[in-house]
């Protein structure tokens, strides 16, 4: 590696990390069309995504509603196959290959430990009808843990750092509130230490003020860890709170992309202008 004296380190354009620099997550060009059969004509969700995470970063995408930010995220975690362009992670174990060419199973074996989701709707990232503690030894039991004892001292461990009374631990989620559903869905995806973890849309549907609440939860889980997060959102206070660097999204394309800060207080383009002002 070359030395390069920090007083001088070159800075890299928004979204692209400078050559050599350390990266976890890296997507080059990704695109994504949907439908153009005979029945249905062709939507091209995204097209052209490319930014990448660094370890101790949050990157956030935003844009409204359509615009192809959960369709990048699908693409990435993969719960999308077809999809053009690359997806790298840089974590041991993975070993830099495009992810978008591995086989199904090998990818689900990434998000035992590598990469980690959390939805927008608890539902798709946790088995309702099981109990918190339940949701999490799965979680875990992919990753390879046998110890019943080790499981379950770890499940207390994660619900006590969310928040949810240990009381609880044995109670089937589906008779959790929406806010306990999500604590609950962000210790399973913490549970196996992921290197990326990303969030879609993690504070969208709840009450205001679970809302705040899971806001300030994932702020404090972030700062604890080195992951590298991307955290999506249609809402510009969202963003602002987890991110440091975003992406702004509209029609499939990124159209604008720098610090957070600078992006909330100085838009250029007129779209994260509007996004901007509907956060005020
Ligand atoms: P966002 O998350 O920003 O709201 P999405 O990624 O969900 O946007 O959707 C982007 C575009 O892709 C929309 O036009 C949506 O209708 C379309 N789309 C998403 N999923 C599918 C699908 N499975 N089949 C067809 N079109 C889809
Ligand atoms: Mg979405």
């Not at 030894?137 to 240990?166: F, K, M, N, T």
């Amino acid at each position: 590696t070359v030395h390069v004296d920090p007083g001088q380190r070159p800075v890299a354009p928004a979204g692209i990390t400078a050559p050599g620099e350390d990266w976890s997550l890296k997507v080059d060009r990704l695109g994504k069309v949907f439908g153009g059969s005979r029945v249905s004509s062709e939507v091209v969700a995204a097209r052209d995504i490319s930014f990448d995470v660094a370890p101790g970063e949050a990157l956030g995408v935003i844009g409204e509603s359509g615009s192809g930010k959960s369709t990048v995220m699908r693409c990435i975690i993969g719960d999308e196959l077809e999809s053009t362009g690359a997806v790298y992670i840089g974590a041991v174990g993975a070993g830099r290959a495009n992810l978008l060419g591995w086989a199904p199973p090998l990818r689900r074996r990434l998000r035992t430990n590598i990469l980690s989701v959390v939805y927008q709707d608890p539902a798709m990232g946790l088995n309702l009808r099981i109990s918190a503690g339940g949701n999490i030894a799965d979680a875990l039991i992919a990753a390879g843990w046998r110890s019943y004892h080790q499981i379950r001292q770890r499940a207390a461990e994660l619900l006590d750092r969310v928040e949810v009374p240990l009381s609880r631990m044995d109670d089937v989620v589906g008779q959790f509130s929406g806010g306990m559903r999500q604590r609950v869905q962000i210790a399973k995806a913490l549970a196996t230490d992921p290197q990326v973890l990303l969030l879609d849309e993690p504070t969208t549907g709840l009450d205001a003020s679970v809302a705040a609440g899971v806001l300030d939860l994932l702020r404090e889980l972030l700062a604890e860890r080195e992951l590298a997060v991307v955290v999506v959102s249609h809402d510009f206070s969202v963003i602002s709170a987890l991110t440091d660097r975003a992406v702004v999204m509209k029609e499939g394309r990124i159209v604008e992309t720098g610090l957070t800060d600078q992006l909330f207080a100085n838009p250029h383009h007129p779209y994260t202008q509007q996004l901007v002002a509907a956060a005020r």
